[in-house]
């Protein structure tokens, strides 16, 4: 058993999933599961922390810690693992995770085990697995010497926990002390889209040129919706001008491995495998039975895409309904 | 000795003086670049291409009919400079003209000088004409070009008037000899004017003619009419075969503290000549597929913003204070402009002054990427790809080979096992291993190899990137790690005789691989295909009865001179008919994926392979036949955007000729 302390992710009032992922696994080995809430105005999200396993949610809350910046992050997040004792610190690997961690590192003066897919809690310390040569192996990581173990968790890895309602936590308000801080972020200016990034989801439904417009993407965002997935979208769907470049999913856009993957329309170009084929799962959705996508798929469907989109959202919503 | 004697000493003093001066100074802009210039071998042949492109203006000639009012104006020059010589020389020392070659051969001259100042003034005529009406775009708006036709044709005009005063003065004076000249003395003579007011006219328009002509000497030096001096001698540097290979790093030198080029000095006194003798023509922009399709780079500016970069740093670089000088990139010269080159060639391939363009970028690429790590941010992929898996595609090592599984092709190390003779190794290549596609052609290439009864093997898992795709973009240790690992491999098995799909792989084993100790004897599989044809181990016997437009690659035609090869490869397919595109062979455009583009997003402007597929489409063939990979891909995806994969098929040479043939 050891004293956790999980930093909670939160975007628009909202916290991250890969949060509870991290507390419910520390909760579920039995540690004694403390987390960190750091912002401004958000107090009320520290009682579904304790719904997924925290015992106690320290709240820090702030003007200078309103919008996220690496530099407040990693002030409290060290301040507080120091005066807790924490013998293990945990944040998402996620894109603030990867900024503000190494940092925390650096001013505890301990090592961090990024990019986890496995934690193995041993006594007051755990063992970690993390992925190396792209994938091709897993490497088995543990900590040497004194000090708070860290470590940034990939999103999805662990599996979030069910909440349960009859839990609570203590909330701890505590007064954060930030420091003079160097930089001091005005206004964050927002892309458009309100789904999780196709980097983060674990499910990305994507499309390619066949769907011939951008607003024939409306029907596979509807389709996403239902089950919280992000949309992708291939480089040809992109250079057609039908989604921004940000969703676009392959070797010259991002690499995502979600534990499900469904290509609607998408023939597989060697571009666009590079940037999808170490999906969990992935599903096909094409009308040229010779596409390549299909010689990588798990499930594949030869047929048009917008006779089976809604089909398959009813599914969706069936197994929702469940 | 009359006035004009100290007169013209204290003028042409002056004026060759200072015209000297600033000569001295661009040799020692020039001296002060600290690149390495690789030595100039091969004495007879750049003699031979100086005489070709200089005094026949060969590469000049090859676009008309500005080439041929070039021509004319060229030739005029150097026929009146013996005039002009004549007039310096009789004008220090009366009698030291050139009569003295004879009564007739000195009217030879005479004549020869007055035809040609005519054609200068009508060379300069279209010049203008084209210029200012025609318009051009690659010509542009030039307050430089303007002066110097002002220039030329005020000469010309001077010389016309000079000698018709001078024959109404004179009379009798060589005017049978000169016929313009003679047309224009009728003209004046209806002025009326006395004799000694001809003569003094006469004197009067010398003395303007050379004026003109030791004001253009002090004006040459800082215009791009430059070329007069620096262009014959960069005629003789020039890169002389077709097939060049980059410079190669010597990562073993510990004394480099740095790579590629940051600032102009860190380029070559080659660099520097090759600013001197752009005469801003615009053919190198003509074709650019990068500046036509709006893309910030034009080869023409780039050389331009280099020769203003050196001329703005010129104390520091006199002085050789290199840390003063101020950097490559700036608001002229941005990253966009060096990565979007293609490195297609068209630009060297177009340069009638021999520039080279491509060296230039490939420089300034390398100190981006080795030494500030600039790159754009999906290249980082690319490279990690390489450094893990020897792939720019991130798929395992391990599968190389997993093409062939089903094909009972053997391997190299299977080969030299049961020590089968082996005709050939065939070089498979990234996108024929990985890419469902390209793996297509490769299996049809297989096919043809095998009806031709040869005996062939693979390297399998052992075969590598060749590096290619990480030496364009600039990562010269990347590439050499790749391209020595495969030698090894090669030297190992003893290989002498390589064929591959890939005209990049070509390109590289064939040209740059030497320079590592691997020399082989390499082939593109259209040559290829097209010896096994002619050799008749083939014979294309099935019908196909389609329209095939050609598209050439760039490192199989402006690279390698391979043009003829897959065209008659093409040409054999029964009741085939071949049409070309409005640009083809060296004046073809690339498909957008050269240079490393292929792993690069192209967000600024049109994207190229569509205006590659546009062209395609125009010749309404039913199949764009490609002998390259990369190509493949970006003019599938051209065709597809279109909306014309129903219609307009692309393929594979190898696939063309293995549908069509039988065992």
Redesign the interface.
């Known amino acids: 058993m050891a004293k956790v302390l999980v930093v909670a992710e939160h975007r628009d009032g909202r916290l991250k999933k890969s949060t509870f992922e991290l507390i419910g696994a520390s909760s579920a080995a039995g540690n004694e599961t403390h987390a960190v809430l750091l912002g401004d105005g958000v107090a009320d999200l520290a009682k579904e922390l304790g719904t997924y396993g925290a015992g106690k949610v320290h709240v820090a809350q702030g003007p200078a810690l309103k919008f996220y910046t690496a530099e407040a992050y990693s002030k409290v997040v060290s301040d507080l693992a120091k005066s807790l004792g924490s013998e293990i610190v945990l944040a998402s690997h996620t894109p603030t995770g990867r900024d503000f961690m190494p940092r925390v590192a650096a001013k505890l003066g301990v090592g961090l085990a990024s990019d986890c897919t496995q934690l193995a809690f041993e006594g007051s310390s755990i063992k970690v697995r993390r992925p190396i ?2 994938g ?1 192996a897993t490497a088995e990581v543990e900590f040497v010497g004194a000090g708070p173990r860290l470590a940034t968790v990939r999103p999805n890895a662990l599996g979030a926990p069910k909440a349960d309602a009859s839990k609570a936590a203590e909330v701890i308000n505590i007064t954060p002390d930030v420091g003079t801080l160097k930089t001091k972020v005005l206004e964050v200016v927002k892309g458009q889209s309100a789904r999780p990034d196709v980097t983060e989801a674990s499910i990305v439904i994507s499309g390619g ?1 066949s769907l011939k417009s951008a607003e024939n993407f409306k029907l596979l965002e509807d389709l996403a919706d239902t089950v919280g997935a992000a949309v992708g979208a291939s ?2 769907a992109v ?2 001008g039908f989604r921004p ?1 940000r969703d676009q999913v392959g ?3 991002k ?1 995502v491995s979600p534990s499900l993957y469904m290509a609607f329309g998408i023939s ?4 666009h495998l ?1 940037g999808m ?1 170490t999906s969990k799962t992935i599903v096909a959705i094409n009308t040229d039975a010779e596409a ?1 996508i299909f ?1 990588l798929a798990d499930y594949g469907v030869v047929g048009d895409l917008f006779a089976l989109v809604p089909l398959i959202k009813e599914e969706f919503k069936k197994i929702k309904e469940h | 000795m009359t006035w004009q004697t100290p007169l013209f000493l204290l003028v042409a003093g002056a004026a060759f003086g200072y015209s000297g001066y600033r000569f001295s100074i661009l040799v020692r802009l020039m001296k002060a670049h600290q690149g390495k210039v690789s030595p100039f071998e091969e004495i007879g042949a750049r003699i031979a291409t100086a005489i070709a492109n200089v005094l026949g203006q060969k590469a000049v000639l090859k676009k008309n009919p500005i080439g041929i009012a070039h021509t004319m104006i060229f030739w005029g020059f150097l026929v009146i400079t013996i005039g002009t010589l004549e007039q310096f020389v009789s004008t220090l020392y009366e009698p030291a003209n050139f009569e003295f070659i004879g009564q007739t051969a000195y009217m030879g001259l005479m004549f020869l000088q007055d035809i040609f100042t005519a054609f200068v003034l009508f060379g300069v005529g279209y010049a203008c004409y084209r210029r200012f009406i025609i318009r051009p775009e690659g010509v542009g708006k030039s307050r430089d070009a303007n002066i110097v036709l002002a220039f030329t044709a005020s000469l010309m005009v001077a010389i016309f008037l000079m000698n018709g005063f001078h024959i109404l003065g004179r009379d009798p004076f060589y005017q049978n000899a000169m016929p313009f000249s003679h047309a224009i003395a009728k003209m004046l003579g209806a002025l009326n004017f006395s004799e000694s007011t001809n003569l003094a006219l006469g004197t009067f328009f010398k003395w303007v003619h050379m004026f003109i002509v030791l004001g253009f000497a002090v004006y040459i030096p800082s215009s791009k009419h430059l070329h007069i001096v620096a262009a014959g001698p960069n005629t003789f540097l020039r890169t002389l075969p077709r097939e060049k290979a980059m410079k190669p790093i010597n990562f073993e030198d510990e004394s480099v503290t740095q790579y590629g080029a940051a600032k102009v000095t860190d380029l070559g006194w080659k660099d520097a000549l090759d600013y001197y003798s752009c005469t801003e023509c615009g053919r190198c922009q003509d074709l650019c597929p990068a500046h036509n399709t709006q893309k910030p780079l034009t080869p023409k500016m780039l050389i331009i913003d280099l020769k203003e970069n050196l001329y703005r740093n010129k104390q520091a670089v006199l002085n050789q204070k290199y840390d003063e000088v101020t950097p490559i990139i700036d608001e002229n010269v941005t990253e966009d402009v060096i990565w979007a080159c293609t490195s297609c060639r068209a630009c060297e391939i177009a340069c009638p002054v021999f520039i080279g363009h491509t060296d230039k970028i490939y420089d300034i690429r390398r100190n981006l990427v080795m030494m500030e790590s600039k790159f754009p941010a999906e290249v980082q992929t690319v490279f990690k790809n390489m450094e893990t898996n020897a792939s720019p595609w991130a798929f395992a090592a391990s599968d190389r080979a997993n093409w062939a599984q089903d094909l009972s092709i053997k391997t190299m190390a299977e080969a030299e096992a049961d020590k089968t003779n082996l005709d050939v190794l065939l070089w498979v290549g990234c996108a024929g291993s990985y890419d469902d596609r390209n793996k297509k052609v490769l299996r049809a290439f297989a096919s043809i190899l095998k009806k031709a009864g040869l005996k062939f093997a693979i390297l399998g898992n052992e075969e590598q990137c060749t590096g290619d795709p990480a030496r364009r973009i600039g990562n010269e240790y990347l590439y050499q790690t790749l391209a020595k690992t495969n030698i090894e491999t090669l030297n190992r098995y003893n290989v002498k005789k390589i064929v591959t799909a890939c005209p990049h792989c070509f390109n590289t084993i064939k040209n740059e691989y030497k320079d590592f100790g691997g020399n082989y004897e390499v082939f593109h599989h259209s040559q290829f295909i097209a010896r096994l044809i002619s050799e008749g181990k083939i014979k294309p016997s099935k019908s196909f009865d389609e329209t095939v437009t050609f598209h050439d690659s760039c490192y199989l035609g402006r690279w390698n001179n391979v043009y003829e090869e897959p065209r008659a490869v093409i040409a054999s397919l029964p009741s085939t008919r071949m049409v070309e595109m409005k640009s083809n062979h060296d004046q073809s455009m690339c498909c957008g994926a050269g240079g490393g583009r292929m792993w690069m997003e192209e967000k600024i402007g049109k994207r190229i392979n569509i205006a590659r597929v546009e062209q395609a489409l125009e010749t309404k063939a039913g199949v764009v036949a490609s002998s390259c990979p990369f190509c493949m891909t970006m003019l599938t995806d051209g065709v597809k955007s279109k909306d014309m994969q129903d219609k307009v098929r692309v393929l594979d040479i190898a696939e063309l000729i293995d549908q069509s043939t039988s065992r």
């Open positions: 040569y792209s091709k040129r480089r040809a250079d057609a470049h070797q010259t856009g690499v597989g170009a060697i571009q590079a084929r390549p010689q």
